[in-house]
T-cell receptor, first 106, second 121 residues
């Protein structure tokens, strides 16, 4: 299985901050990388697919970049509703696997 | 707007079979991959299996020997059976729609709300 490692595991930020989360794959996954966020008690929601494509309805303050083994999710200006846990997921190889999550806290 | 809803027992005894159903509303089950994913504190998010509307399946090797996934297109439902459960199978179980994007694989673009299944006697 491809291992996905996120960093940091948690971070503290303020409204308006620029936030960056990284995800590293244990082998080359080209651009087969998706990002989700999850609020407490809710299901994950897709933010970014194919490393950099914004899912329909997702605000433009979210962006993704990277290719190969190293990927980044950036929130350009953190909003109150963005405090959540963020996960990356590789979709190149079966089984699809997720990172361990990054919790964004106030 | 496509919606997914899990249903099934919230408590299962050790060694028995966990059975869940996902009902898809607001859209057709055709032309998508339909997955089960679970989340436990100890193992994070774990993909279990998917089924295509045509019936083809793919299973996580770590669970393959215990998992069966089926689809019923007439009812717009798909289901999960996980046999010989133990406490390690206690988790929130989600059903999700898989959208295949050519060249980049399948992302999960719609999820059910999740259902907690506890394995305990």
């Amino acid at each position: 299985d491809i291992q996905m490692t996120q960093s940091p595991s948690s971070l503290s930020a303020s409204v308006g901050d620029r936030v960056t989360i990284t995800c590293r794959a244990s082998q080359n996954i080209n651009n087969c990388l998706n990002w989700y966020h999850q609020k407490p008690g809710k299901a994950p929601e897709l933010l970014i697919f194919a490393a950099s494509s914004l899912q329909s309805g997702v605000p433009s303050r979210f962006s993704g970049s990277g290719s190969g083994t190293d990927f980044t999710l950036t929130i350009s200006s953190l909003q109150p509703e963005d405090f959540a846990t963020y996960y990356c997921q590789q979709s190149c190889s079966s089984p699809p696997t997720f990172g361990q999550g990054t919790k964004v806290e106030i | 707007q496509v919606q997914l809803q899990e249903s099934g027992p919230g408590l299962v005894k050790p060694s028995e079979t966990l059975s869940l159903t996902c009902t898809v509303s607001g859209g057709s089950i055709s032309n998508y991959y339909w997955s089960w994913i679970r989340q436990s504190p100890g193992k994070g998010l774990e993909w279990i299996a998917y089924i295509y509307y045509s019936g083809s399946t793919n299973y996580n090797p770590s669970l393959k020997s215990r998992v069966t996934i089926l689809v019923d297109t007439s009812k717009n439902q798909f289901s999960l059976k996980l046999s010989s459960v133990t406490a390690a199978d206690t988790a929130v179980y989600y059903c999700a729609r898989g959208d295949y994007v050519w060249g980049t694989g399948t992302n999960f673009d719609r999820w059910g709300q999740g259902t907690l299944v506890t394995v305990s006697s």
